[in-house]
């Protein structure tokens, strides 16, 4: 992330030097399928835009959309100056959207139909002329995965994924990567039979985020962490993801996937990956990544009996939020009325490696919590009780704040002045918002950077997925088992999830930290 | 509590020098639960010219927004017959981006009288803000002595070169105070920062390797500056020249120079003064292709084009930055590291600033 190992970056060049301390995005075209769709208009190309009014986006960048609707370029670059100047996280410049918008290009084609990819090609080649694109191809895939493999077969079959003497080509998948392990092969499969590894960039836009790329940072640029960092000096750590929104517009997918396939398998996974991993050889993407494989291979696997007793699923049901009514999750539209969807999964995990041994992770998600925060806390364990004459109930927690108010806090006993020895806990905060004045750049600007520069750190690898996946998968089967299977709960909306998620920590005398 | 709020940017209560901290832990009582102290770094500012601490403390309100830190904000009177210290506590409190939350640096202001270089030292190191770097941003002309008292602190002194008289005795100061000190004192030229967006503009354009065969066609390189702002322009040409390892070889007047490259290529340097930005315009002409880098008539976005003399291009916008005080503040303070290039650009250069 910090340094490219890439094999295909580019000579330095020396008027560079001193300019920049990330590698430097390439000329390339990016190849938006399905782009007429939310992600393109709310994200991608406000992202783009953003990159641009920065200077950080090289001028012979463009963007090509592919989707099936009729369009031509003028109204596709109105549709997309309207939406980002609804979506962008600063405000849109006329003199910038003109020479940014002359950049955007709309292709009409069905996914599946081959002549549409042979006018691409040449499209492409037209724009490598005129715009000095260089022959660079970034296609990113902002497609319903049903589409993927037609996608790909007609990339292949154009000659699209062949990379020529100088040039790259590389893809962009968004989540989800599969449903299950076998599905999550089986779209690897299709994706390798068009484009090697190397070449593809599975997204997750968590670890674009500012703090999450933080947490290498606090555990191995300051000394202080690294040796209280394991079974010694850890008691448990708990990871939560919560939000205040329900299912919303999204029930179509979401009914399909629920909580656990949607934020644990990949958002929480590599959350919970960074915080754990082992310091990696050198910055470069796979040293990263082969540290976080290996706490994925690490984790507990699953019986039967573990799945019902360390993992709780919950639906919310009506409640308030903000003060205000909401439906249940069965209320809501699309959602089928006896929906056994989890929207609330607590799970309780082990990491069986040497740092890590018998240190358990609590992790919970969750639709219609009361708050929406991402938080991973370090629980430390107890100082002996022999000199206060007073066992010091709260232990000290190291808060690492995803979003909102990205930040870290440490809490810490001190006396409470006076002439008695009372012991109280402190907090010591830091807050990014605070100390530093700069907003941080969109998730998605930072992925879109590093994938045109050829960094893929932030992206994960084929054996990350499927492991994950193998974790996962099991919890699922004995969801959908014939028999025993584990108890859906419900919760009101705006609570902290059903009783059944309290009482997991309070088997271990535990409780879930008070967000 | 006697804050700053955005618009009123007063230097603050006055205090007595020996009560500063006391007066500061009482300023941050009374505001304690509606503000938020903030500090990354110590940034002492330091001038001679008369009116300073007003101008200054306007400067360090807007330079707080992004840049949390302690001020210390002098103006000395070397002058006066008397010596003496006045001194003022404020803070500049702005919302933070994360919430409702009021996010304050505090300043402490002072001025000095008569004896000011012995005055110095003591004034700021009696006054930092524990384990935190020291900035020193010098806005006068460097004078002798340079305390190493004083030196030996400072972790980056910012300075700007480009109304310096004389380049070579100012620079001959620095780098003698910071051996003396015997630190790694980084510096920070605001000259040289004014030209980063310039010189990203002209780095991009040889990003792919496929381009980088140009570097060895350079002919012609010219620069159109502002009034007042030749030495920006050699620094420039003291960066390429570095960067691309082109050697001196002779200059005709002030406005052509000319440089050898590695291979052999000779390359004629024309600046030229005109109306407009401090860099205006730079065009590099290398073989049949031309690499131009204009101000924008908007003022803050740069044009850059490339293609061959005479056809038309059409240009990519970038940001251009500005030169105004905060900007160039703010732009520096967002740096890390040492300015190695800046260091070999000076040294390419250093006869003819």
């Not at chain 1, 240190?359 to 919970?364: D, G, H, L, S």
């Amino acid at each position: 992330m910090l340094m490219n190992r890439a094999t295909d970056q580019p000579e330095p060049n020396p008027l560079r030097e001193g300019l920049a301390t990330r590698a430097v995005p390439q000329p390339c075209s990016i190849v938006i399928f399905g782009a007429t769709g939310d992600l393109t208009h709310r994200k991608l190309v406000p992202a783009l835009y953003n990159v641009a009014a920065d200077g950080e986006l090289p001028p012979a960048v463009t963007i090509v959309g592919f989707a099936r609707r009729k369009k031509r370029d003028e109204e596709f670059r109105r549709d997309l100056e309207e939406a980002t100047r609804k979506f962008s996280r600063q405000p849109v410049r006329d003199e910038i959207w003109k020479t940014f918008g002359q950049s955007i290009f709309y292709h009409q084609s069905e996914f599946g139909d081959e002549s549409g990819y042979e006018q691409l090609v040449k499209r492409l080649h037209e724009i490598d002329k005129t715009h000095g694109t260089r022959g660079n191809r970034l296609f990113y895939f902002a497609a319903g995965p049903d589409q993927f493999e037609a996608i790909l077969k007609h990339l292949k079959a154009a000659g699209l994924n062949e990379t020529r003497k100088g040039s790259w080509v590389r893809v962009i998948v968004e989540k989800p990567f599969g449903t299950d392990l076998a599905s999550a092969r089986e779209l690897n499969r299709i994706i390798h039979n068009s484009f090697t590894e190397e070449q593809t960039y599975r997204i997750d836009h968590f670890l674009g985020k500012e703090t999450a790329q933080n947490i290498l940072v606090l555990r191995f640029a300051n000394a202080i962490f690294a040796p209280l960092w394991n079974t010694h000096y850890i008691d448990h750590v708990q990871i939560t993801a919560a939000e205040t929104l329900g299912v919303g517009t999204r029930a179509g997918y979401y009914e399909g996937a629920g909580a656990l396939r949607d934020m644990v398998q990949n958002h929480l996974l590599q959350l919970l990956c960074l915080t754990a991993m082992e310091p990696p050889t050198d910055l470069s993407a796979d040293s990263i990544r082969d540290e976080k494989v290996k706490v994925l291979r690490s984790l507990r696997h699953w019986s039967r009996n573990d799945i019902a007793a360390s993992v709780v699923r919950g639906q919310y049901a009506k409640g308030a939020i903000h003060g205000d009514p909401v439906l249940g999750y069965r209320q809501e539209e699309n959602v089928n009325a006896d929906s056994q969807t989890e929207t609330f999964v607590a799970l309780r995990l082990f990491i069986d490696n040497w740092r890590w041994a018998d240190v358990p992770i609590y992790m919970r998600v969750g639709k219609r919590l009361p708050k929406s925060a991402t938080e991973i806390s370090i629980h430390f364990k107890k100082a002996p009780a022999v000199l206060f004459n007073k066992d010091l109930h709260d232990l000290n927690v190291l808060v690492i704040r995803i979003q909102p108010d990205e930040g870290i806090s440490l809490r810490i006993h001190a006396k409470v002045p006076g002439t008695s020895f009372h012991i109280e806990p402190v907090k010591m905060d830091f807050h990014y918002g605070t100390s530093f004045g700069k907003a941080s750049p969109e998730a998605y600007e930072r992925l879109l950077l590093d994938a045109m520069s050829g960094d893929a750190t932030l992206f994960a690898r084929r054996d990350e997925v499927e492991q994950a996946w193998a974790f996962i998968d099991p919890i699922e089967e004995a969801w959908h088992a014939k028999k025993d299977v584990p108890e859906l709960f419900f919760y009101p909306a705006g609570s902290w999830g059903p009783e059944a998620a309290d009482d997991l920590l309070a088997r271990d005398g535990r409780a879930w930290r008070k967000l | 509590m006697p804050a700053v709020s955005e618009k009123t940017y007063s230097i603050g209560v006055p205090v007595e020098v020996a009560k500063i901290d006391h007066e500061l832990k009482k300023l941050w009582r009374e505001s304690e639960g509606a503000a938020t102290r903030a500090s990354l770094m110590n940034l002492a500012v330091y001038s001679e010219a008369p009116g300073s601490l007003n101008s200054n403390t306007q400067l360090m309100a807007r330079i707080t927004e992004d840049h949390a830190c302690r001020a210390i904000v002098i103006e000395a009177d070397c002058k006066a017959e008397d010596d003496g210290v006045d001194a003022w506590i404020s803070a500049h409190c702005h919302v933070s981006r994360a919430g409702s939350k009021q996010v304050c640096s505090e300043q402490i202001s002072f001025r000095l009288n008569g004896g000011c270089t012995s005055q110095l030292p003591n004034i700021v190191l009696s006054n930092l803000d524990s384990d935190l770097p020291l900035y020193l941003w010098w806005q006068n002309e460097f004078h002798e002595p340079m305390d190493p008292q004083l030196w030996a602190w400072v972790d980056r002194v910012i300075y700007d070169s480009q109304p310096w008289q004389d380049f070579r005795a100012q620079m001959r100061l620095v780098e003698s105070a910071q051996a003396e000190a015997k630190q790694r004192i980084i510096l920070c030229d605001l000259n040289w920062t004014r030209l980063d967006k310039v010189r990203f503009a002209l780095a991009q354009f040889f990003d792919h390797p496929a381009s980088h065969h140009r570097f060895a066609k350079i002919k012609k390189v010219r620069i159109d500056h502002a009034s007042g702002f030749r030495s920006t322009a050699l620094l420039f040409v003291g960066w390429l020249a570095a960067q691309l390892n082109w050697r001196a070889e002779k200059t005709e007047g002030r406005n052509k120079l000319q440089f050898v490259s590695s291979s052999g290529q000779r390359i004629d340097i024309e600046i030229r003064q005109c109306d407009g930005q401090p860099i205006h315009e730079l065009v590099l002409t290398a073989g049949d292709i031309e690499f131009a880098v204009t101000h924008a008539k908007c003022g803050d976005l740069l044009e850059v084009s490339r293609g061959i003399a005479g056809e038309k291009r059409v240009p990519q916008l970038m940001p251009a930055g500005k030169n105004d005080p905060v900007s160039l503040m703010s732009e520096e303070l967002m740096r890390g590291g040492p300015h190695h290039v800046y260091l070999h650009a000076v040294e390419r250069v250093r006869d003819l600033l």
